[in-house]
């Protein structure tokens, strides 16, 4: 079937409780392949702090909220919501568009979310959110302990997308914990993610005829199966360390292709996380024949994985992806 008519139905853009997920927390469109390398001198900037540009606002957020606004959208620090991720959900009942915040207030969510994405992943974003949702006024957020006081984080949530803000509250964990995003274009040319695996599979297409055998594999694991294994997991298909230097670049290029659409702080956070654990050579690569549309070999299904870092991205009938990026204990 083309990759441009195929339709199927997607269970997983049902609300669901994925608290195992949670289990360890703490996840430009085009790069060139000459640019600099992950754990490049010239990234070597602070994760993201309580003083950083997307936090401040959270902090003016939680203190314009009135105390009714804070009964309905603020929670204790360790509260069950925080660990519950789905590709289709609502972290509160009120959307950002309802008259229950004011413009003013709405005007901070956006900042936020200019503040944790680059000038293209805001755009992005914002395009996704309309096309799959209607706009960000239909998306909740919530804040979870006391900004100013303490531990942190303001959780954006909606269809195919979850965004944090902590401050680093969340120990050794990327974006603040797991993130997903996604977009609901089952054109496979249309899908603003499709740039993505289109370069993830230039990595496949570098690789020789033993590499490709080892680097695919036959069923994808679930969408949602992404908890951080730490240094005794057992990962599918291609370690990186297996590459020659050229293809390690190329990798390395890719992963910075697909965090480009996030603050410069949370993508230096990934960098440190992945080098704790003994750096990019750590990483699998693996192509899933499942979910391959139209049967063009263009592996629409492929996950990234290593003892600190999950990168799995679902293509088909449309993009899903979750990423889950920490330190396990």
């Known amino acids: 079937m083309s990759k441009n008519t195929q339709q199927q139905t997607c269970s997983d853009c049902q ?4 608290r195992r997920f949670m289990k360890t927390v703490g996840g430009a469109v085009v790069a060139s392949a000459a640019a ?43 509260h069950e919501l ?32 200019r503040s944790i994405t680059s000038e293209d992943g805001y755009e992005r974003m914002i395009k996704q959110m309309d096309e799959d949702a209607g706009g960000m006024d239909e998306f909740s957020v919530a804040v979870f302990g006391e900004p100013g006081k303490g531990k942190f984080e303001w ?15 969340v120990d050794k964990a990327a974006f603040g914990g797991p993130i997903i995003y996604g977009h609901g274009e089952e054109n496979v040319a249309d899908n603003m993610y499709f740039y993505q695996t289109k370069r993830v599979n230039e990595v496949f297409n570098a690789l020789d005829a033993k590499q490709n055998a080892q680097a695919l594999v036959k069923k994808a694991p679930k969408e949602t199966d992404v908890q951080v294994q730490g240094e005794k997991g ?34 230096t956070e990934v960098m440190e996380i992945v080098k704790a654990a003994g750096g990019v ?14 049967g063009d070999k263009v592996w629409d299904i492929w ?9 799995h991205f679902r293509g088909a009938p449309h993009v899903h992806a979750y990423i889950n990026i920490a330190q396990r204990a």
């Open 303 to 311: 996950r990234l994985e290593g003892p600190s870092f999950v990168w």
């Open 82 to 113: 925080r660990s519950r991720v789905s590709a289709n959900w609502h972290v509160t009942k009120p959307s950002i568009g309802d008259d229950f915040y004011t413009k003013d207030q709405r005007a901070l969510i956006d900042t936020i979310v």
């Open 15 to 18: 609300g669901l409780d994925r």
């Open 234 to 267: 057992t990962f599918s298909g291609l370690c990186v360390s297996d590459l020659s230097g050229d293809q390690k670049e190329l990798v390395e290029a890719t992963i910075k292709i697909l965090l480009a659409p996030y603050r410069e702080e949370d993508r």
């Open 281 to 294: 050579d750590k990483l699998h690569m693996a192509f899933y024949e499942d979910g391959d549309l139209e």
């Open 36 to 78: 600099p390398m992950l754990f490049d001198s010239r990234f070597a900037h602070a994760a993201p702090t309580t003083q950083s540009a997307a936090e401040t606002t959270v902090q003016q957020f939680y203190q314009s909220l009135s105390e009714k606004q804070m009964l309905e959208i603020c929670f204790p620090f360790d």
């Open 155 to 169: 959780e954006l949530t909606g269809r195919h997308l979850t965004l944090r803000a902590d401050g680093d509250s």
